[in-house]
């Protein structure tokens, strides 16, 4: 096939793909559809007569094959599908069918080589299981690659044609649900996440900003049970007494829960209660009185106060994680605890890895 493309764009094109719905005049085998083409293929090669209308000729006969197409006969509607989105301005399509066409002869237009590139990640759909079998450009299948321009025909187990189709990428994506097993909703089992934390205890009253490492494993699907625990550890400087700027304050601490988790596509919500332990230590400053005669300075060993405290409690937790990528998460929670008196109040934001 020879093609001699004038550079004229043709926003009006008929897209492959936009006459599929077209009823059948009658049913049209390997002969007639191959006549077609060549017609196609000579019409497309002036850049007098309307590609549009050739195209939608070609278009229109698809459905109405009534025998398996050949491989390099499913090639050969992939380059003209090509020319049509080309001319239509629409070069990701043009790609995708050009894609599809495998090798291409050597007097295929230089400008539409051109468009190629790099492909896009391939997602691959598997076709529902039932009687009959699938061939995708004229080849048995039982996989569609939907980010590539296709030829798909379906069979019946007696081997009758029972639907011939042109897929394009940007095409309905509902009208391949009826070929296609559903895609399953990937829910994450388990997930460990490094998060940054904040927070605030009103009894001894003292904030602290830090790092926390948690792991969750998740139970059932839609809806499950959430076990986390984590470890955590921060710092932030001490409370104002005295006259000596404070010292820092540091804390370590472990939490532990039993959450109701939902994850109805992919994103999980929960909610549960909750188990904190909070060591804290509050390093200050004091009142030391006079300053030393010798160094002219206060001496720290005498104007250091430490308190250390253990706080534990029940409380509750709320969060939500979700996928980053292929195995990332990110992740967010808050939580409040009844604890040595008051309240400890807790944030995290992070993400991690999924399994």
């Known amino acids: 096939m020879q093609l001699i493309l004038s550079g004229l764009f043709l926003p009006g094109l008929l897209l492959p793909g936009a ?4 009823p059948c005049a009658g049913e049209a085998g390997i002969a007639l559809l191959e006549q077609t083409i060549r ?22 006969l698809l459905p109405c094959v009534n025998a398996p197409i050949p491989a390099r006969t499913a090639a050969e509607i992939h380059r003209i599908a090509a020319i049509a989105s080309w001319r239509a301005e629409q070069p990701e399509r043009a790609a995708a069918s050009l894609r599809a066409a495998g090798q291409l002869p050597p007097d295929f237009p230089q400008n539409l080589t051109a468009l190629l590139g790099d492909p896009p ?10 009687d009959g079998w699938v061939q995708v450009d004229g080849i048995f299948a039982t996989e569609l690659e939907i980010r590539r321009a296709a030829l798909i025909q379906r069979f019946s187990a007696e081997g009758a044609v029972l639907e011939t189709r042109y897929w394009q990428p940007g095409d309905d994506p509902a009208s391949l649900a009826p070929l296609l097993e559903p895609v399953p909703v990937r829910r ?8 940054a934390t904040g927070t605030q205890w009103t009894e001894p009253g003292a904030a602290a900003a830090g790092l926390e490492l948690r792991l969750g494993v998740r139970s059932g699907g839609a809806a499950g049970l959430l076990v986390q625990a984590g470890v955590q550890a921060g710092g932030a400087p001490g409370r104002e007494t005295g006259d000596r700027a404070p010292l820092p304050t540091w804390t370590q601490g472990a939490t ?5 988790s939902v994850q109805p596509q992919g994103v999980g919500l929960w909610l549960g209660p909750a188990w904190t332990f909070q060591s804290v230590r509050l390093d200050r400053a004091g009142d030391c009185g006079e300053a030393s005669e010798v160094s002219g300075a206060l001496l720290e060993t005498g104007c250091t106060t430490r308190e250390q405290g253990f706080l534990w409690g029940p409380g509750a937790e709320a969060g939500a994680t979700g996928a980053a990528g292929e195995r990332a998460l990110w992740s967010v929670r808050a939580g409040g605890f ?6 400890i109040w807790s944030a995290g934001l992070g993400g991690g890895v999924r399994w």
């Open 39 to 60: 017609e196609t293929s000579s019409t497309l090669s002036r850049a007098g007569p309307d590609p549009a209308a050739a195209w939608e000729r070609l278009a229109s």
């Open 188 to 195: 994450a089992a388990g997930w460990l996440v490094l998060a």
């Open 256 to 260: 532990a829960g039993l959450s109701l």
């Open 121 to 130: 990640p391939p997602d691959w759909r598997a076709f529902a299981r039932g």
């Open 338 to 343: 009844r604890a040595g008196g008051g309240w």
């Open 19 to 22: 006459a599929q719905a077209a």
